[in-house]
């Protein structure tokens, strides 16, 4: 106890002097409080506070607004049974509850011991704080169970990771039948409204809301990777919020694997949300001095509305989460312009195809050509050759060097799809290793895109893997490989590994896709890489800290694009939002827009081109020249900046604009699109956000028009408080404009 006394007030002396250090307006804090036994952890704008209650157990006090320095923390408190059917043990907004004793809510914990006990109640042992971090050690009642529960706070944002670490310290293996990596309580209420991204393929992003009653509600994945279906992100607003006001309770789980995030409301109108492992069809068994360590769950807090929690998240993601690259240290580097070849050439490359797209996307300023499916084995469709990552020699004669050489003869660096996890059993290493794919033995394997997953879980798998991307690398010039994954598990069994272990598969399956790609980029480090997983599909916390962007659908739709990006922009940033330009009409949805309608939308987020340039005009490659010219000119604003969502285009509105400001002021871009215009009515005024009031800003206008009359310069005032009127008519219109700052506030 006096140890962790010491080492708090170590935390707490070195938390003062790191925050003088930065110079931090509000500094950063974590302090324990012996006379109430409470813990408080503090940042930016955001306190999250618990204690120990008489029972010692670890009991959530308060996760919202800031509180004062001077007041003491409130004491944790078992208070009094409701009724016999409300014990106080189900009353207790527990930190990490255990399923034992009394408690009918989502366990953060569940475990069978091989004596048939299941019963597990976890109560304070000790604590240590260490500069940002808090870690507090909780052990069953009775049994050698303990439970180490880490906390961090994020000094800028106030974002909390929180994770878990069980270790079975008794002298025989038990089964963790339920992990999460945290639970965390919100105040009282009966007016929350649950935020959520669900879709499916070619749909995926799009925002729920719905208000939260009496009941559970789960966002999860089932097939061992994250899934296009739900997203492992959620926000809980009151009643009263809007975009840019108002509380907002947020989080998003670091796993690319099964996972649940199980959001109660109980009779009382108190709220909790937890998130881990699926406990579907999970067991993982824990040896004797075994541990389990849980993915981290990061939440946070703001008074300033879904606006401010994505912004929060945003900035929390680029300078938290995302991986420095070697020429980069201080942060991730902005996204280079970028051609694919999917939709322009699908599995039909070869060297002179690939050298002639690459001439013409050098023409009109990208900077990475990347070479997608088709390139390996007998790949002429998706039956075959997935696995065979050998270049397929009747389509590049002398391998990948001569299209490389030409890539970069063009000042344009070379990217390349691999699909690694996969196979087509019409493939060499499926011949050779049958016994690789994800099976239950004698029992049918479903095959989905006439492929199978490969069972990562293995170590030689993973090896094998490993070494074929290696060699990849090592032997070829390539800066940035797109890792898609294009269907999920199905009959999940691990052939060759004990019975009783076999259920981990979830966990050590994504375990060793992490492993790879951190070996890769060490033994890499100026290679880049994408997550894609037919399209949205392996988009989380978790995987970002390896890759630097991701695919989010496969719709490329720039219409579809609107409300995808507006959803995903809710929960990740636009930084690793790629988005291409692909031709009109579109493949999904037979639609015809112009191709600065197409540039608009794309140029919102990272900026790719897909369309077959073999088929453009002359005046398609000066508007995709200027277009590219200008994105360069603002991409850090919009990869950077702060993103403001002005109007939403959810729910049918014919509408939608973003506007983006840089993180240092001194530029801010407004895209604005109609969607059809009827009646002739004008379009709606826009007023921006987030500009100094004082300073004065030039428009210059990228796309679009708008309405006689508009100043050329105004203030910041001008433009928030009388706004800007775009002059739009006609379908599928867009205008795009850029504030530059010309004279800093006095
Ligand atoms: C997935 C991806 C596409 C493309 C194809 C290639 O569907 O999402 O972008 O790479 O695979 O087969």
């Not at 604005?672 to 007023?687: D, E, K």
């Amino acid at each position: 106890m006096i140890a962790s006394m010491r080492s708090a007030l170590a935390g707490l002396f070195l938390a003062g002097v790191l925050a003088l250090l930065a110079g931090a307006a509000s500094a950063e804090s974590i302090r324990y409080d012996t006379s109430s036994r409470a813990f408080e952890l503090k940042a930016g704008s955001v306190s999250y506070v618990f204690g120990v209650n008489e029972r010692g157990e670890l009991q959530a006090l308060h996760w919202g607004g800031r509180l004062s320095d001077r007041d003491a923390l409130p004491p944790a408190n078992v208070g009094r049974d409701r009724s016999s059917f409300e014990p106080t043990t189900n009353l207790v907004m527990q930190e990490y509850p255990g399923w034992g004793a009394a408690f009918y809510g989502e366990p953060a914990l569940k475990v069978t011991f091989p004596d048939g006990n299941r019963d597990l109640v976890l109560r304070y042992v000790s604590h240590t704080i260490d500069g940002q971090q808090l870690r507090v050690q909780l052990k069953d009642i009775s049994r050698e169970v303990h439970v180490e529960l880490r906390y961090e706070i994020d000094p800028a944002s106030g974002i909390l990771g929180r994770s878990a670490r069980i270790q079975n310290r008794t002298r025989t293996a038990l089964n963790v039948e339920h992990a999460a990596a945290a639970a965390w309580s919100l105040p009282a209420a009966e007016d929350y409204r649950l935020y959520s991204l669900s879709g499916r393929w070619a749909g995926e992003w799009q925002l729920d809301e719905a208000k939260l009653t009496p009941r559970a509600t789960v966002l999860e994945s089932r097939r061992g990777m994250t899934g296009h279906q739900n997203n492992p992100w959620f926000a809980l607003a009151r009643d009263a919020s809007t975009e840019e006001s108002g509380p907002v309770w947020f989080g998003a789980l670091a796993w690319s694997g099964s996972y649940r995030i199980t959001v109660e409301q109980d009779a009382l109108a108190r709220v909790r949300v937890t998130g881990g492992y699926n406990p579907f069809d999970f067991s993982y068994r824990l040896q004797p001095g075994g541990a389990l360590e849980t993915p981290v769950f990061y939440a946070g807090y703001t008074e300033g509305g879904l606006g401010e929690a994505s912004r929060l998240l945003h900035r929390f993601q680029v300078d938290r989460i995302l991986p420095r690259v070697a020429n980069s240290p201080s942060g991730p580097r902005l996204r280079p312009v970028l051609y694919n070849s999917w939709e322009a050439t699908q599995f039909d490359v070869n060297e002179p195809g690939q050298s002639r797209l690459a001439e013409m996307a050098a023409k009109i300023g990208v900077e990475r050509f990347v070479m997608d499916d088709g390139w390996f084995g007998a790949r002429n469709s998706d039956q075959a050759g997935l696995g065979d990552w050998t270049v397929n020699p009747k389509k590049f004669p002398n391998g990948l060097r001569p299209l490389i050489d030409k890539v970069k003869s063009q000042g344009m660096d070379f990217g390349l799809w691999v699909e690694p996890e996969m196979v087509n059993p019409d493939s060499d290493l499926y011949r050779r290793h049958p016994q690789w794919v994800l099976n239950f033995p004698g029992r049918p394997r479903t095959e989905a895109r006439n492929q199978l997953v490969l069972n990562l879980a293995r170590t030689d798998v993973r090896d094998y893997i490993f070494n074929v991307l290696d060699r990849l690398l090592t032997e070829n010039d390539i800066a940035f490989l797109k890792w898609d994954a294009n269907r999920n598990f199905s009959e999940p069994g691990w052939s060759g590994q004990r019975v009783e272990e076999q259920q981990k598969i979830y966990v050590a399956y994504v375990e060793n896709f992490y492993w790879i790609l951190r070996r890769l980029r060490e033994s890499h480090p100026q290679v880049e890489i994408e997550s894609c997983s037919g399209g949205g599909g392996r988009v989380d916390l978790g995987v970002l800290q390896f890759t630097d962007q991701v695919w989010p659908s496969d719709n490329t739709d720039p219409f579809d694009r609107l409300s995808i990006q507006d959803g995903f922009s809710h929960a990740y940033a636009p930084a690793v939002m790629m988005a291409w330009v692909t031709d009109s009409p579109n493949w999904l949805n037979q639609r015809s827009t112009s191709l600065e309608y197409r540039f608009l939308s794309s140029m919102q987020g990272s900026l790719g081109i897909g369309a077959n340039l073999t088929h453009w005009k002359e005046e398609d490659f000066e508007v995709a020249g200027r277009l590219i010219r200008e994105y360069k000119n603002i991409r850090q604003t919009v990869q950077r900046g702060k993103l403001y969502r002005l109007i939403s285009p959810r729910q049918g509105s014919p509408h939608s604009a973003t506007q983006s400001v840089a993180q240092d002021g001194h530029q801010a871009v407004l895209f604005a699109f109609l969607h059809s215009g009827t009646r002739g009515s004008p379009h709606p005024r826009i007023q921006l956000r987030g500009l100094d009031p004082e300073a004065r800003y030039r428009t210059r206008i990228v796309a679009g028009k708008v309405q006689q009359g508009t100043p050329e310069e105004a203030s910041g005032a001008y433009w928030m408080s009388r706004g800007i009127d775009p002059d739009m008519k006609g379908d599928f219109q867009a205008t795009s404009i850029v504030f530059d700052r010309i004279e800093a506030a006095h």
